[in-house]
């Protein structure tokens, strides 16, 4: 069955950094572009980023461009989210999805558990 499963989130300090990983398995990683998503309680889900299948085409919300990096590894079914310049408005649990523009839970077919990001100083 289809799993992916978000780590690396944490405490960071404003203006720190942190990665996150998204482990896929259970189906044929390269054919799918990916998302990263996030939310804070009490709102809605903000789509992130997003990378195609192959990695060559990626794409970025504005309240992160220039700051956040997505990336993949087909070799290793991993796709990477790099967060630099943190602000604490980035505090919030981060999901990864199967799809490259995931604006809703209904829009992609498959959700990791997420993984918690707070930036505080």
């Known amino acids: 069955q289809v799993q992916l499963v978000e780590s690396g989130g944490g405490l960071a300090q404003p203006g720190g950094s942190l990665r996150l990983s998204c482990a896929a398995s259970?189906?044929?990683?390269?054919?799918?572009?990916m998302s990263w998503a996030r939310q804070v309680p009490g709102k809605g889900l903000e789509w992130v980023s997003g990378?195609?299948?192959?990695?060559?085409?990626?794409f970025y919300a504005d309240s992160v461009k220039g700051r956040f990096t997505i990336s993949r590894d087909n070799a290793k079914n991993t796709v990477y989210l790099q967060m630099n310049s943190l602000k604490p408005e980035d505090t919030a649990l981060y999901y990864c999805a199967r799809g490259q523009y995931c604006v809703g839970y209904n829009s992609c077919d498959y959700w990791g558990q997420g993984t918690q990001v707070t930036v505080s100083s």
């Open positions: 259970g189906y044929a990683f390269n054919r799918y572009g």
């Open positions: 990378i195609n299948n192959d990695g060559s085409d990626v």
